[in-house]
């Protein structure tokens, strides 16, 4: 589903979610450079740099569910009502917020580490701030707060790709990340809601 087309949801979906996209980032398939590393590892690279991208670029979706299992059982009722893969449940799953999709990025940036684009330290303390991630995720109701943390560490994996041989202190900065300025956007989404 296309961006800003959540607004053709019926409105009994729309009810119980509140939506915010983000700018997409300046990082997208074309940038990156499969053929460094060699034939070997041209689609594996693409298939994991693909899915970070993907997961920057996907909206930022708010609920008013207790806990994880009534968010859930709403999503089976879609699932009933409008069909497993239809646009409805499509669009609820591409929700940056989603932990399974947080989990996804965490384990596609695992296997880009062991390329020769990064240094031991570099894997080390990367490999780190993941695993503190993972330890978030599995223990925090704070999931913005995650976001934030892996938006940072992902476009730092993501930028060895699309500018081979620049060290991390030259690439800072160098692509868009707006997540600061969205989750302001939701938040007021919030407010306004209650």
């Known amino acids: ?32 450079d499969t053929n460094m590393l060699g034939e070997d590892y041209r689609e594996l690279i693409s298939d994991l740099t693909e899915i970070i991208i993907r997961w920057h670029n996907m909206p930022l979706i708010c609920d008013d569910f207790e806990n994880h299992h009534d968010r859930r059982k709403w999503r089976k009722e879609l699932e009933d009502e409008y069909g497993e893969g239809s646009d409805e449940v499509k669009f609820v799953e591409t929700n940056k917020l ?73 690439l800072e900065g160098k692509t868009r990340n707006n997540t600061q300025e969205s989750i302001g956007r939701l938040l007021e989404l919030e407010r306004k809601k209650r």
């Open 98 to 170: 989603r932990r399974n999709n947080i989990h996804q990025v965490i384990g596609a940036m695992y296997p880009l580490l062991k390329t020769e684009l990064f240094t031991d330290e570099e894997r080390e303390k990367i490999s780190v701030e993941l695993k503190k991630l993972v330890d978030l995720l599995e223990a925090s109701e704070d999931i913005l707060g995650i976001i934030k943390r892996l938006e940072v560490v992902s476009l730092e994996v993501l930028e060895r790709f699309v500018y081979p041989g620049e060290d991390a202190e030259s």
């Open 1 to 32: 589903m296309e961006r800003e087309k959540h607004t053709n949801l019926p409105p009994e979906v729309l009810d119980k979610i509140r939506v915010v996209y983000e700018d997409p980032i300046d990082i997208a398939m074309d940038d990156i």
